[in-house]
């Protein structure tokens, strides 16, 4: 099918790599192009195939989900990876989020929850277990970023509710009618001004602040 969704499974064990790709064989919209059994490889394989989702754990030999999720990034800018791991400290999710990763699930999600996550990351939507947001959310309830950061103007808050809705930029400059690149201009003012990493960390800090609820 080719306009499936084209999946790399990284994972050092084998009978987790098996039983990820059976699942995902179910689904018409997936494709298994790869496997890594390292997190290395994982990075070669986006370089060679550019997925459009990678599946990483995040303890693996070699180098961690995190660094490989880091350098995948900047490899391969429109791959987008999801967390796939039994681990939810803080620093670990910390750590993944401002690599760069778009989801960050555990590996007790249900298969049809995994199904879901994959396609919302893939059309632009940042997905997270609910154990994972709690811990993030805990973290953004420590009085920092209003108290030392400039206010956003009214433009830059309407973008930041289009972040929460999941939007891409193109999406938000045609709701917003403006250009994509005042879209990125808004989005970096944004960051800098509340102290965030990426678009993700956004989103959840319009949900914490209850932002989008001010505006229905």
């Known amino acids: 099918m080719t306009d499936a969704i084209s999946i790399v499974i990284a994972d050092d064990h084998g009978m987790v790599r098996q039983g990820l790709r059976n699942f995902l064989s179910l689904h ?3 494709e298994v192009t790869g496997e890594a059994a390292d997190a290395a490889e994982a990075v070669a394989l986006v370089g060679t195939l550019v997925p459009d989702i990678v599946l990483m754990d995040l303890v693996m030999p070699v180098k961690d989900g995190v660094e490989a999720t880091r350098e995948i990034k900047v490899l391969s800018p429109s791959t987008r990876v999801i967390i796939l791991t039994s681990f939810a400290e803080d620093e670990q999710v910390f750590a993944a989020i401002k690599a760069g990763a778009w989801g960050y699930l555990l590996k007790d999600v249900r298969a049809e929850e995994l199904a879901r996550a994959i396609r919302g990351v893939h059309s632009g939507e940042p997905m997270l277990h609910p154990q994972v947001a709690r811990t993030l959310m805990r973290e953004m309830r420590t009085p920092r970023r209003e108290e030392s950061g400039q206010r956003l103007t009214e433009r830059e808050t309407d973008v930041l509710l289009c972040l929460a ?7 938000i400059a045609t709701e917003l009618v403006i250009s994509e690149k005042t879209v990125k201009t808004h989005v970096s003012n944004i960051l800098q001004k509340l102290h965030l990493a990426d678009r993700t960390q956004a989103a959840l800090y ?7 609820q001010d505006r229905r």
């Open 28 to 30: 018409d919209d997936f």
């Open 206 to 212: 319009a949900v914490e602040k209850k932002l989008t």
């Open 165 to 171: 809705r999941g939007m891409s930029n193109k999406e």
